[in-house]
């Protein structure tokens, strides 16, 4: 069966530090993943997403930059964070049947 | 582009009652897909039930139902038999190709409707 593994879960950063989330997704190949935010409040921003290896397309400008090293890792990273980096950041993937499936998140506090 | 809309910030129900929340989308496209993920303390986005434009059949899953009227853009989630455990942030979300010769869609969500479930 298909999973998707995001970590950490939660960390706390200083201002100015970088940045490394990363995710995985095991039982399939070359899928669609995605980086959402979710900022304190409600709705998900879409930040990145990727169609394949090195295949990386930015929905809006920021301090943040994504990359797909493997066919099944994407990893979200920072040279130097921001206070408005803080919030809960979402891994995701396209199933087939044109589902998207969420990892369980990652709190990030920049302090 | 595409916008979900859920203009419903909160909502209550009792236990074991019926309770409904609204969706509006707009999109000129005739393909898509369209999404309910409740998102519960934990924060895990989890999947409730999903629908594909092109079927006229509203969707089921177990005390989760749709009522999707294309003409009028409009994705509402009916959940019976309210639980306790229902209590989460619900999400209504739009997905459309985009992109040819590829196979990228895009999630699009609202902003959510925070539903609590009262003993």
């Known amino acids: 069966s298909q999973t998707i593994h995001q970590w950490p879960a939660t960390l706390v950063q200083p201002v100015g530090s970088p940045l490394s989330l990363e995710c995985t997704v095991e039982?399939?190949?070359?899928?669609?993943l995605y980086w959402y935010r979710q900022a304190a409040g409600r709705g998900l921003q879409l930040l990145f997403y990727s169609v394949g290896i090195g295949q990386i397309s930015s929905e809006v400008p920021q301090n943040l930059s994504a990359s797909r090293p493997q066919d099944r890792q994407f990893i979200l990273s920072s040279k130097k964070l921001l206070l408005s980096d803080s919030g809960f950041y979402l891994c995701?993937?396209?199933?087939?049947?044109?589902?998207?499936?969420f990892g369980e998140g990652s709190w990030l506090t920049v302090v | 582009a595409q916008t979900v809309t859920q203009s419903q910030p909160e909502m209550s129900v009792q236990e074991a009652e019926t309770v409904t929340l609204s969706c509006t989308y707009d999109t000129s496209e005739s393909n898509y897909y369209l999404f309910w993920y409740k998102q519960p303390p934990s924060r895990q986005m989890i999947l409730v039930i999903r629908?594909?434009?092109?079927?006229?059949q509203n969707a089921t899953e177990n005390r989760f139902s749709v009522n999707f009227q294309k003409a009028a853009k409009s994705f509402s989630l009916k959940i019976s038999d309210s639980q306790l455990g229902d209590t989460a942030m619900y999400f209504c979300a739009f997905m459309k190709h985009v992109s040819s010769g590829g196979s990228n869609y895009k999630l699009t969500f609202g902003k959510g409707t925070l539903l609590t479930v009262n003993p």
């Open positions: 995701a993937w396209k199933a087939i049947g044109n589902t998207i499936y």
């Open positions: 629908q594909e434009a092109y079927k006229q």
């Open positions: 039982g399939t190949s070359n899928p669609n």
